[in-house]
């Protein structure tokens, strides 16, 4: 399965060399979680009443260059 989610970068995101900041990586990851779920019909509201949500056990960011 492959899902992908186009972000735009806002400027405030990256520093003076146009590098992004290594927590906005996370930020983007948690924003496409959340947009898988909604694409396969599932919202907040339904987690909520459910009881159950993602949790995130661990997080990696691998710079390729």
Do not use: C, K
């Amino acid at each position: 399965m492959s899902f992908s989610v186009r972000v735009t970068v806002r400027g405030y995101e990256i520093d003076v060399q146009g590098h992004l900041n290594n927590v906005v990586y996370h930020q983007y990851g948690d924003h496409a979680r959340w947009e898988l779920l909604r694409a396969a019909g599932i919202g907040a509201d339904d987690l909520r009443r459910s009881g159950v949500g993602p949790v995130t056990l661990e997080n990696t960011i691998r710079y390729l260059r």
